[in-house]
């Protein structure tokens, strides 16, 4: 998962026309992205050649991801369904969930009742796989959000937040 940007905030980030830097970056074991929003250039270290993109996941996959990366966090064993030895363990000392207060956006989001928001998923197909889109000239003098289109069904929605 991305990291916030630190000029915007924003996490989403998309590809970067080939070149020197991007190439030397590449070498050194980094890859070189920018920021949907700003279009500041972004450096991350290049993740290892047999894992599984995010886009490529399904839903059920990618929450096995995030829960095994908080428990990395938390420096506890993640719970799976795979091991049951493991669970019993747990079951015997349950641990509290970890749970971050929701921000004002977020709360304005659960508002709204759009969920398409809160996965950052396209609410037609649910691809995660989807880029910024232009906003048109009546979209712009209205006072539009931000829109994004999805890669695979070529759907247009507002942009996540």
């Not at 500041?40 to 829960?67: A, Q």
């Not at 064993?77 to 969930?97: D, G, I, Q, R």
């Not at 659960?110 to 398409?116: F, H, I, P, T, V």
Request: hydrophobic share 25%; aromatic share 8%.
């Amino acid at each position: 998962m991305a990291s916030a940007c630190p000029r915007c905030g924003a996490t989403k980030t998309e590809s970067v026309r080939h070149g020197f830097v991007y190439d030397t970056l590449g070498m050194f074991g980094f890859r070189l992205r920018r920021c949907s929003a700003c279009n500041r250039w972004r450096v991350f270290k290049r993740r290892g050649l047999n894992e599984r993109r995010p886009d490529e996941m399904t839903v059920e996959e990618l929450r096995e991801r995030f829960n095994q990366e908080v428990a990395k966090t938390i420096k506890k064993p993640a719970m799976t369904s795979e091991n049951p030895a493991k669970n019993t363990a747990m079951e015997e000392k349950p641990a509290a969930p970890v749970s971050l207060p929701p921000a004002r956006s977020a709360r304005r989001k659960a508002e709204s009742g759009d969920e398409s928001d809160d996965y950052h998923m396209c609410p037609r197909c649910g691809s995660s796989n989807y880029h910024r889109s232009r906003r048109r000239w009546y979209e712009r003098l209205v006072g539009r959000r931000r829109m994004a289109r999805c890669m695979k069904c070529n759907h247009r929605f507002p942009y996540p937040r």
